[in-house]
């Protein structure tokens, strides 16, 4: 949880934001940690705190990984569920993505426009799909999808 954000002075004039996120909740990374957890033992349960099909597939329609010969191979392919972005910590970035869109869309500041331009955002993420997911739900949050695509 981070300090509630209390606006600038009035001639103040924020000109550029960096922004540096840690993905959000993730099933474990490893199946086995010592003798004190066997996951693989817990499959079933790690997989059902997964988004479904259909979630991560809109995030792919709306905020692609680019370029997409990396996004079809991440590092963790094939190691689901362990490793990998949780619903709950799917609504937690775009939790955070909504808080941005507020400080710096919808604010006197209007650092960003309401509808993203080329250029004035730039994103990046790592070749893991928990990182790669998070970014895609802080996108969401900043930028929702049009009632109709949601």
């Not at 590092?75 to 939790?95: H, I, M, N, S, V």
């Not at 209007?110 to 928990?130: C, I």
Request: charge should be negative; include cysteine; glycine fraction near 6%.
């Amino acid at each position: 949880e981070y300090c509630p954000y209390s606006p600038p002075p009035e001639n103040f004039e924020v000109q550029h934001v960096s922004i540096f996120l840690r993905h959000g909740d993730r099933t474990p990374i490893s199946q086995t940690v010592g003798t004190a957890l066997n996951a693989s033992e817990d499959l079933e349960y790690w997989a059902s705190l997964l988004p479904n099909l259909e979630e991560t597939s809109m995030w792919d329609e709306l905020h692609p990984v680019l370029p997409q010969e990396i996004s079809k191979r991440p590092l963790d392919l094939g190691k689901e569920p362990f490793g990998q972005l949780t619903q709950q910590g799917a609504k937690e970035c775009r939790r955070v993505g909504e808080d941005f869109r507020s400080r710096y869309i919808e604010s006197r500041q209007g650092l960003l426009g309401y509808t993203p331009v080329t250029g004035q955002l730039k994103v990046r993420s790592t070749n893991l799909r928990r990182t790669q997911q998070t970014a895609q739900n802080f996108l969401l949050g900043l930028y929702p999808p049009p009632p109709e695509a949601a």
